[in-house]
C-alpha cells in the first residue's frame, strides 16, 4: 500500500507541470505565439504577448500620418463610447507601428496626449523594424512604404480574444463604428 501511494504522489508530481504548462500554453492561432518585443510609449520594453489576458481591438499605425490612422484612433474611440463602463475596463486597445524608424516613444507618447487616451486600456507599440512585416501578416494588415516617408496600408481594428486569437476584423473607420464588429466586441468582453 504504501509503495502504491508513493506512486500516486511520484505520478502526480510529474504530471503537475505537463498540467500548469498546458494552462499557460499559448493557443497555436494565437497572435502572441510571434515572439515580437516592442517599446511602449513610455519606453518601457514589452513582448507582444503581455496583452495576453484581456480582450484586445488592435491596429496598425503611424504617428505621421494625417489621414487614415488618426481615423484609426477615432474608431477605437467611437467603440469605446459604444460600450458600457465595466465593458470598456475590459477591453484593451493596441497600435502597432509599421514605422519604427520614427515612432520612438516621443513620438507615440504625443499621439497618446494630444488624443487624450487612457493608457490604461491604450497602448502604442513601437516593434522592432525585423518584426514588422512579421506582425502586419498575422494580423493581415499589408503595407509598402512610399519614397516620401508615407505608407500604404489596410486599414483595420483586429479583435482578438483573451488568448490572441482574432475573432473579427472591421474595416469601417471613424465616429460610427461598425454594429457588427461594436457586437463581436461585446460578445467576446461577455465570454470573459
Known sequence: MKRFLASIALL???????????????????????DASMTDQSARS????SRRGRVQLVSMFYTSCRYICPLIIDSG???EKKLTPAEKQRLGITLISMDPKRDNPAALSRVATRRKLDLKRWA?????SAD??????VLGIRYRELADGEFNHTSALVLLDAEGRILARTEQLGSVPDPQF????????AAR
Do not use: N
Not at 502604442?124 to 522592432?128: A, H, K, S, T, Y
Open 77 to 79: 474611440l467611437a467603440i
Open 132 to 137: 514588422v512585416r512579421s506582425i502586419a501578416g
Open 46 to 49: 514589452t513582448p507582444l504577448a
Open 12 to 34: 502526480s508530481a510529474m504530471l503537475l507541470p505537463i498540467a500548469v504548462f498546458a494552462q499557460h500554453a499559448l493557443p497555436r492561432d494565437s497572435v502572441y505565439q510571434l
Open 124 to 128: 502604442l507599440l513601437r516593434p522592432q
Open 182 to 189: 461594436v457586437a463581436a466586441v461585446r460578445k467576446a468582453l
